[in-house]
């Protein structure tokens, strides 16, 4: 029970259908948080993951509660991650690019590090029409980042109008934008049930509402590729 939330199951889901079925491919989610759509991830049998996350509580919860032979867990910052060079055939940056410092400079690195059919999958919240983000905002005016993060000031919440414009200037190519996640976390109903319920429930109305296209997305799925360098 404890390996299935929402939406995290559905970021997972989102980006899995993107990945290879068969051949062998290594991926990196970063940061991973508590460690679950890492988990989901290396549920693929043909995955290499490696979760990192500069927070170590997080990466004891992912630990303890998400682990899985071919899934390893550190302790990284983002940028030391991405100035040490790793490879990759995907690279996850979930709901989480708005609360990096030098954000556009770890973007830049992370390009230069992808080889030609490399992805990079970036969840964003829909900062227009979301609820889950209208919700977060409300509940935390006062949000005050740790050293690690970008300061409230330079917080990188990315309009849908502005990724082409903001991806491209870095270097790479938007292969696509998908939005998913139609129904909110904090819905009143979900409250009401049992929390072992609670997720199911969610993802049951979330099917739903994304096959019907009811209300709005809460998160956009970008899908990058790195550009062709000009000849
Ligand atoms: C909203 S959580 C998202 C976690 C996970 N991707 C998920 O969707 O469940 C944002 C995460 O970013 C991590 N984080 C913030 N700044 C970071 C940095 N500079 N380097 C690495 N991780 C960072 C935090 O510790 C936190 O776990």
Redesign the pocket.
Known sequence: MAKFFYP?IT?AASIKRHLPKESAFTLI??????G??SYHFARMANATVRG????DK?LGNARRHFSLPNLTYEQ????SLVAESPRFDAFCI???LY???DCERVLSQLRDLMHSDAQLFIIVDNIEGGENFRRFAASNPAASPKS??APSSQLHAIKKAEFHSFFESLGFVVKDVTPIVYTHSHHPLAGRLLSIFCHFYLAALNVFQTSLRIGQPNYYLIRLQRAAPAS
């Open positions: 995290q970021f989610d970063a940061p991973c948080g508590n679950e759509t990192c996350d500069v927070d997080s990284q910052d983002i940028r979930i709901n989480s609360c990096f410092p690690h993060q």
